[in-house]
């Protein structure tokens, strides 16, 4: 049998235990946080200096003009051109997806008048210039840049600026090509938290964003959250997590693969099958022991599992909805006979999959909807990245004559109770004779 934990949420101490193994969450690194904020300041001091430096010491590309850092946009298009027609046709059909599903996302202005001469609105505006991080080297996701620039193009943000590391010079085509079906305007050959910095702060190269999105290790997230106040950012993303909840009759091999899916991303992943079958319980652990030795990333899914998997008992599918509202997850399978009666009783997850054939890797490339999610437990107050991230609303406030005269009372009440008296009076210079009251 795999190491992966059991819990029943009949036990008298379920809720210690089920918080012990949430508790691995959005933890800091006080070392990390001490180099990052280093490179942080080295790079606003110094620039593309610094830049430079720290991609020959990390990504061993030694390039001495920071103009070099930038790739060229034919080779965007030459790299499109170029992937196998399989993996373009790819490419070209999870795009169209992605933008039919999140063209319904778009916001747009409002106003009215309320009769009594007041007129009131809300603008929306994009972004001017927004920053995609994504990863380089051995991780290749061209899904990531999809998902990140196609809400933002959507949005109407002018300029999308992608980072990307290359470490010895290895430049992923998959991911340039996906920057070109995207419509990524800039791409440059930098990673880690000095790429996080230069997009937050700005270099002679490198463009000052508004907003930085994307995936990234401890060191990208950890950069992140220190810049955020300088700019927006995404998310602080933690690590994959999925909770399955299954009545039993689904194939216990898909179960195991579908836990198997968020495993294989990083030894920090979670994942969770809650169930009202104790048997079956033992049979989906019988099935990941079966496949665990054939797969690529056999090491990274079984210490996965051992450090963070749980196989939850629950005694109905109403504990189980209660269970997954604790936990408030990433991505959300339910593999049950009615999906949908179950996601009703569901109120805190990032993706719900409903069905027994609706595998949550459908969501990570092609479903629509965006993979870009909120993690360790932040399913409680947030949401999905959508074309609405990269949208500011602005409020709209206009007063006639006779308007300002109705407000300004109610104003002046309010403000000199508050002993704010310039704000009174302000008020109360527009209310008919032009002067204050006493």
């Not at 200096?49 to 720290?54: E, K, S, T």
């Not at 399913?379 to 004559?401: E, M």
């Amino acid at each position: 049998m795999t190491a992966i934990r059991r819990l029943d949420a009949r036990n008298a101490d379920f809720g210690t235990e089920i918080e012990t193994l949430l508790g691995r969450g959005l933890q800091q690194d006080d070392d990390v946080e001490q180099r990052v904020k280093m490179i942080i300041a080295d790079v606003r001091r110094e620039g593309d200096a610094a830049l430079l430096r720290y991609t020959r010491e990390y990504d061993h590309l030694d390039v001495r003009e920071a103009a070099a850092l930038e790739v060229a946009p034919q080779r965007l298009k030459t790299a499109l051109a170029g992937v196998p027609r399989e993996q373009r046709t790819a490419l070209e059909e999870a795009a169209r997806r992605i933008r039919h599903y999140h063209e319904r996302q778009r916001q747009e202005s409002w106003s009215y008048d309320d009769g009594q001469g007041i007129s009131l609105g809300q603008r929306i505006t994009p972004l001017d210039r927004v920053g995609l991080y994504v990863p380089g080297g051995k991780a290749s996701y061209p899904s990531s840049v999809l998902m990140n620039a196609i809400p933002a193009h959507l949005a109407g943000v002018p300029e999308v600026v992608m980072v990307v590391p290359t470490p010895g010079g290895i430049v992923n085509d998959l991911v340039l090509a996906a920057a070109a079906i995207a419509g990524v305007g800039r791409v440059f050959r930098i990673g880690g938290a000095q790429a996080i910095a230069a997009l937050a702060y700005g270099t002679n190269t490198v463009p000052r964003v508004d907003k930085i999105v994307g995936p990234g290790n401890v060191y990208v997230a950890t950069a992140k959250r220190l810049v955020y106040g300088q700019v927006a950012i995404d998310m602080i993303a933690g690590p994959s997590e999925i909770v399955i909840v299954c009545d039993g009759d689904t194939d216990p091999d898909w179960v195991a693969m579908d836990l198997f899916s968020q495993a294989e991303h990083d030894e920090r992943a979670q994942s969770i099958l809650i169930s009202t079958d104790a048997a079956f319980l033992g049979v989906v652990d019988q099935a990941m022991d079966r496949a665990l030795a054939g797969m690529e990333r056999a090491e990274v899914i079984g210490e996965a599992l051992a450090r963070n998997g749980a196989l939850i008992l629950v005694r109905s599918l109403d504990e189980a909805a209660d269970v997954v509202n604790r936990i408030a997850p990433e991505h959300l399978e339910l593999s049950v006979k009615d999906p949908a009666a179950v996601a009703a009783k569901v109120r805190h997850a990032g993706a719900i999959f409903l069905g027994r054939h609706t595998a949550e890797a459908l969501g990570d490339y092609c479903a629509g909807p965006n993979h870009v999610l909120p993690t360790s437990g932040t399913a409680r107050f947030s949401s999905p990245l959508g074309v609405y991230d990269f949208q500011k609303r602005t409020s709209i406030i206009g007063c006639s004559p006779e308007g300002a005269a109705r407000l300004g009372h109610t104003a002046s009440v309010l403000a000199r109770a508050e002993g704010l008296t310039a704000h009174a009076r302000s008020a109360e210079y527009r209310m008919g004779d032009g002067r204050p009251q006493n």
